[in-house]
């Protein structure tokens, strides 16, 4: 017996996961006992899919090319670090039949390198970019499986739950970024007859030079604590590394960081080095600033050994979550206090405004919990943005996020598109059928974008599916039970659609458990922190910045597209820079834009006069007398002098005239020699 079939004998041995996948068929139950705890656990999660382990699976899910597109955009981070790792990786098991694969943390693969051979082959069963891999769908195998319970893991052979998929060996590894979300999973697939132990620890290796580059890309520039149990460790992707606010808060790890302190992911943000190590920031601080530089030191963890660490870095350019960058803060109110939740998705949105921190903390309270949300705002404000973020904040965020645009999808195919079909039930449906939308959230989020568009017959089977948590598909079949979280969003009023009787009452109190208004970018008071956010996703290599007077004119503009709007000028700005300039101004600006700040810019220089001229110009209506008299000069102004004229531009006689000259201190001297600088005034204005 080979090396490797020995190590293949200690994991399940062939015997057993034979006699276990003959149960399953005959019987339909998996006995304990015969496989592992991990591979049964998983094998059962497959079973209660509704999988059968024969035959093709139904209805996969598999990206369109604009789908996949927009995929890569999202993980666009993500990937810059991922393909040098690969490239490196995939050069190691050249020749053995290979694939290296990066998916995402719905189970999409999104980037492939390897033997063209074995990629042909793989395509066969969509071991290709663009396929999605979670167990509900394929049954166990390493990347769904590492998906579920978060840990690196082999499934080799007569392992997988499907047969067909059964010719592969595929060791996966997570991939977390610095906030401890997971971004998704590094794979190493191949022939099963080429089977190798050591492939494992390949695969973990790659995913922690992954974190190690995503670690360094977002918190290279402030203090970062290495930690080693050697202190030749530290410097090499075996250190752990923290990244620390100048008070001691961690801020940031990569997952050795956390292993090394045990601590969890959910202490990012929460848990200071003093806690993790019993040793003041002070004390560090005082050795990145010493005569020789940082140096090593011996730290003594929770349970008493020893580790080495060592500090490195300035002073960090954001101390904690959501502090506007200096530039920014006169265009700033007040912002709520510090003293934020962890890090995660939602805080990254948590940009100083008052409105939108309470709705945050608001919608943080529910993520745990049974309660859809209700998103209202203007087109363009984000309500996406927040409803992912919200996703990847809570805990269903290793599940998908479904995201349904009701408005988009014509309406005759939107209820096959959200429920699915059978095969053939109905001309134009995929000979395979097809899960439909709503199964695909199954374990995640289902976010229904523009929901007040959606037809009144749909709203009837949707509301019948959230009261059910079932599917049936178009075409007959037995209903799919699924699980999911819920975000609906609107541009529209909902309450006065249902008023209208153009949406259903019933369905509204349905999905508005929690109602949350996004405020106009207009309205908000963190215009500058989110210029400064947005110009970091649209540059993250390189720090890029707004002149002071155009950031001032931008902070002013009415936006009616919102964020949206301004994200795309911003890009667009960021793509119009040279290679040398690192601060946009107004050669920068697209054309429209400029223009229309051009024009802001003179209404606002025009309007403080033409308001002062208005206040001067302006009968002081509490004073009858002082009324009389301005009326008398005006008319005298206007008349040049001319009493008649003037008595007859007021409609009275000329004794009446004389009087109210005299009662205003305008006798036959002074009504010769009227303010020039009034009756020219005067006389342009009124003439």
Known sequence: MTAANALMSLRTPPSRLRQARRQLLETGELGAGLLDARLHAS???????????????????????????????????????????????????????????LADPQGMLLHALGDDGFADKAARVALRPGAVWLEQWRGTNAIGTALADGRPVVINGAEHYLERNGFLTCAAAPIVDPSGALLGVLDISGD??????????????????????????????????????????????????????????????????????????SALGRCTVEAALGLRMQELLADVHGAHGSQPRRLQRVDGSLIYGRLDGARPQQPRPRVAPPAATALLTTAPPASAPAPDALSALDTGDAAVHKLIERARRVLAKPIALLLQGESGVGKELLAR?????????????????????????????????????????????????????????????????????????????????????????????VDFALICASHRRLREEVDAQRFREDLYYRINGLSLQLPPLRERSDFAALVQRLLTEAEPSCSVSVEPDVLALLARHRWPGNLRQLANVLRTCCALLDADEAQIGWSHLPDDMAEELQALARAEHVQPEQEQEKKEEAPLELDLRQASSRCVQQALALAQGNRSEAARRLGVSRNTLYRKMREAGLDDRLDARLDGRLNARLHGQLD
């Open 389 to 481: 973020a919200c996703h990847q904040s809570g805990p269903r965020r290793a599940g998908p996020f479904v995201a349904i645009n009701c408005a988009a999808l014509p309406e005759h195919l939107i209820e096959a598109e959200l429920f699915g079909h059978r095969p053939g039930a109905f001309t134009g449906a995929l000979k395979d059928g097809a899960p439909g939308l709503l199964r695909q959230a199954h374990g995640g989020t289902l976010f229904l974008d523009e929901i007040g568009d959606m037809p009144l017959a749909l709203q009837a089977r949707l509301l019948r599916v959230l009261q059910e948590r079932q599917v049936s598909p178009l075409g007959g079949g037995q209903p799919v039970a």
């Open 192 to 265: 099963r007859r080429g089977y190798h132990p050591h492939t494992l620890g390949l695969a973990r290796s790659a995913a922690r030079m992954i974190e190690h580059q995503l670690f360094v890309a977002r918190h290279g520039g402030g203090l970062v604590l290495r930690l080693h149990s050697r202190p030749e460790g530290l410097d090499t992707v075996t250190e752990g590394l923290l990244a620390l606010a100048d008070d001691g808060l961690i801020l940031g790890a990569n997952g050795l960081g956390l292993e090394w302190l045990g601590l969890a992911p």
């Open 43 to 101: 094998w059962q999660r497959s079973r209660a899919y509704g999988l059968a382990p024969e035959g093709r699976p139904q209805g996969v899910p598999h990206a369109s090319a604009a789908q996949l597109a927009r995929a890569l955009e999202q993980r666009r981070a993500l990937l810059a670090q991922a393909r040098p790792v690969m490239e490196f990786v995939a050069e190691q098991v050249r020749a053995s039949d290979s694939l290296v694969i």
